[in-house]
């Protein structure tokens, strides 16, 4: 029962950072309706911005990640409007061969810049353990948890109380008649891929401790963003964090029974159910 | 007729560079990742292929000309190293090959590179199907698999004989090859395997697959793990609170320059045992003079991968030169007879197309790789066993 | 008879016979290699241009026929069936398997089928990389379908053969009465529904026949390079490559997806001999531009350009809306 409960214990510090990264991607697909394939790649662009200020300037991750989630911010501010804005009424195809198009060259680019070493940076609270009981977990893990849900929480109470966060529920509810009520749809669709991007940015940031860098790392991760995104009902902010906890403790908890290699496995077979007999999501409300 | 011919040599134009006659310099062939997941050892591999480059030209390169490397991206990716083969046999026509850098990869050249009659030396590709083919034309400059597993039982062997065992290994053909290799050894000497475990790389969480471990209660772990992962299951093991008298490895994120340091696992790292390919320490000639130089032109300490490239186009040159022709049959023949007596990567010289290169055994102590195994190579005593985790 | 006076057709029997004695011409197997990965994935972006670009149901899961294509012939090879029948046994398989695919996936629209069909090519992958019987992650060695000294030419051979019969699937789908229902579909599918098109059986024979042909150049790809693993024959790297040939070669044309497969094959393997480290950026950035600046694809946009100009008004085609048939 311990190892159960320290499993799932385990399972939701994970699942709070693929929280993070799901709800980047479902904010995009909620508002634009595309589904972003650059998702990794951005959250790979977040990982190496925080690493460099890490590298050069000292600066502690769990700070430096703000710093790159506001330039992220703006990057993904700029590649909408560069590139994604020309292309919004196209089909959804050209759109998502456009994602692919972008995260082919930021992955290159990282590699023409950074080499392609393997980094990680070593901080001294990720040595560190905090203990409850017969629990322990990790403290860089613990605090990434609470920044993760700090993010979650926020960015609800951002798109349930503000104006702007307003307008782009109505454009994800209808694209078609919101403009009718004077949204500026490109404005709003700016500001939600570029907060889509900061997001996995912050993730990326987030996860630098815990993991290790280099170009290819945030491949895996946008699969794994699909499945988070489709789990908690498609374009739905919280149901996108909802399945980034879900996914967390399945894999965690399937890890812990049957062994690791079925981690991915049962993912994917979770994610075709869900799609398959409640594409909704699991909490099953209508799309926000 | 003509017009077919010309829109044949139109499409093809863009693809092909035309090959060169009559060169000032001898080409020789070398596939590697330069893009992909692998791409960091890739360029390890053009970074070991570099020094070793400088050095024969220094020396006037080979019959008389200079080399040149003719480089071919795998993409880390088998289906593209075997078009290298042919871009760089059949259109680049190198009279012998290089590469590739992984086993899938390499093992997937094989059957082209014996097709088309080309030597191949391979540097890295440590799966021992790679070998399997016994073809005349492959030849390998690394210890394989079943070395690694040979070795670490004669060191469990000499050192206590354990008597359960669990391995943990990454869910890849590098993983995979090294985790068969190592069950076949321990059913050979009657040690239990008491837990085999595979982990995804790349994810954050292997706490509970080394809960699983801990499940099991292991004497000796022998873990199979290829990138920087081994920083996060040291980490891990610590915190799940996983004490096996012995944490041995199969080398690679194990026997990184970097694993020991504060820029790797640190403390985390002290007494766990790799096997080695070759450590800047070695004993060989040379070793430090290659580290030395690979630190001062790319700012980092090599690890065996790219000594290992750097052997393999010595190996080549030198089998050029001994063969005193470009005959690729010719070069075959001299890279069978070839005995290097002295390179930093030891002495040289193939069995049956596998140099008989020494396995070590290293442990982490204060921060330091230190040889503790074989005998005769050993520097130092093993520390066994390692300290439970409340007790460091 | 007609077909005999078509300028189109005898056109086309000499492209192919030209593409077909392509490697006498040629000088080396190495670009008769990059010949055959061209006609191959020409092949299979007209596969993938049956669900993709007619029926508009657009797939990133192709992969996993392809996938089953190659395992099926080494394995039903293994068990001592001579390799041809074990082509085609594979091929059943992948076609089969592509039932149950479409029957569960073709209930979902638009990116959602999309990301259906990704989880399933993964699931195949994860599959066959933790299986014993498909050799994990150490791979397989694959039978050979052809030997000896014409080895490349006889692959390459059996490719042309393969996009042929591809290109006359097309053909008939793009002017049969199946195409038209495909097409409806692709345009608006309650409407097409409406009108009586059994539109769940309709894209499900395309699937079939999609999954049927690209599991044969899954067998032929896997038996050319001799050695599989799950990462290079169950990547969803080649399901992107199969759907960015095509669309941007024009999805839903006949001559889109081999434009697509010449030039980005030929540019991909040109940028590589040149740009060493970043050839990936160089493609990266040649498909943004292509999306920019030719929304339909080359041969799309040529043709809507071409026509425009014969006869401006009536033919132009509408331009999608947002919120229009994609989702």
Redesign the interface.
Known sequence: MVRFLQACADGLLTGALYAVIGMGLALIFGVMRIVNFAHGAFLMVGMYATYVLFDYFKINPYIGFIPAGIALFIFGYLIYMALIRPIRDRSHFMQILMTMGIGLILTDAAQLIFKADYRQTNIDLINRSVHLGPFGANAAEVLSFVIAVAFVIGLRSFVVRSLTGQALRAISQNAEIAPLMGINLVRIQGISFALGTALAGIAGGLLLPRLYLFPGVGEDYTTKAFVMVVLGGMGSIEGAAFGGLVLGLSESVTSLYLGNQWALIIDFVLFLLVLSFKPAGIIGRQRA | MRFKAIAAVGILSLASMVPAFGQATTKIGVITSLTGSLAAFGEAHKNGYAIALDEINAKGGVLGKKIELDFYDDQSKPDQAVQGVSKLVDQDQVPVLLGSYSSESTKAIVPAVSQRETPLIIPTATADNVMDSKSPWIFRVCAGANDYAKATIAFLKANGAPKKMAIVYENTNFGQSNMKAMTAAAKEVGIELVAVESYEAKSPDYKAVLQRVKQANPDVIYFCSYLLDATTLMRQSREVDLNPKYYTSAGTGFAAAEFPTEKGAGKNAEYTFSVSQWLPEAKWAGSKEFDAEFFKRFKTHPAYHAIQAYAALRVAAEAINNAKSLEPSKIRDAIKNINMSSTPFGPIKFDNGQNQHPVLITQVQQGQYRVVFPADAAETKPIIPAPVWSKR | MSLLKSWKFWVSLIVVL?WA??PW???????L???F?ITLFAALGLAWNLV?GYAGQ?S?GHVAFFGVGAYGLALFADLGIPVWIAVFLAALVSTAFAAVIGI??F??R???F???T???A??LR??A??LNVTG????LTMPGLFVGRT?WRSFYLAAVALAVISFITNYWASRSRFGYYLMAIREDEDTAAAVGINTARCKLYALLMSAFLTALAGAL?GSA?????P???L???IS?QI??IT??GG?GTLLGPIVGA?LLL??S??F???F??????I??????VV??FL?EGIVGGLQHRFRKRIKPPKDAKP?????GA??
């Not at chain 3, 994990?136 to 791979?139: D, E, V």
């Open positions: 030209v004695r392509m011409f040629i000088r080396n197997n190495y670009q290699q990059v010949l990965r993709g657009l990133l569960i996936s209930r979902l638009g990116p959602y999309t990301l259906a990704i989880a399933f993964e699931v994860l599959a990389t933790n994990g992650a150490i791979g080895f790809y390079f001799q050695f599989i693993v990462d290079s024959i990547t969803i790297d992107i759907a960015i669309m941007l999805a010449v030929t540019a393997e040109a590589k001999n040149v060493q480290e970043s050839h990936l950026l493609y990266g950035v040649l498909i943004v999306v920019l929304p331009q999608p809306v947002l919120g994609a989702q």
